[in-house]
Structures are given as C-alpha cells and as structure tokens.
C-alpha cells in the first residue's frame, strides 16, 4: 500500500512538474503577492512601484522548477554499466558446458 501511494505521489509529482500546472500555481502565488504589495501602496499613498521581476536569480523556488532532476553524467555511467552487464552476460552464456553427457548414470546409456 505505501508503495503504491508513494508511486501514485511521484507520478502526480511528476505529471504537475512536466506540464508546469507547478510553475503556473507559483507563479499565480507572486502575482497574488505583487498584487497585495501594490494594493497596500496605493492604501498608504505611497506611488505604485513597478512589478518586481522573478526569475532564477531571486526566487528559490524559481530554481528548483527549472533546475533538471537527473545530472546527465549518472545517466552516460548508468548506460555504460548496462552494456557492461550486457557483455558479461554474453560471456557467461558462452561459458555454460554445452556438450551431450555420454552416459546419465542413473539411467544407463542413453537409447538412440
Ligand atoms: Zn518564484
């Protein structure tokens, strides 16, 4: 069950973080807060400054959505140990006795 709803998490993860429904949703978030800033100036009288820009560079959160999940060094070394696997897996193949016994002991000669 806490395999299944932990796959069903990464998978709702995943499909919000891919379609960007999570980038749309923080970004709505500064626009609310630019608009409260922007309502509570014009409430003091103080002049409307103008919209902050967010980005990358000022915004944490900004960051982590935009930074990528899999460095693409794991990826070349997990590739080069599938074929590693691969190969060694041929080689054992080829190890493997492949000759007919002559005789099976518990049964006699085999009949031809
Ligand atoms: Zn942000």
Known sequence: MVQRSLAIFALIWFAALGTGALEYAHNAEHAREDAAMEAAAQAAGVPATPEPLHDDSNCAVHLQLHIPL????YVLILARLGLLAAALALVAAALIPRELPVRIDCRGPPAC
């Open 70 to 73: 899999i460095v693409v060094g």
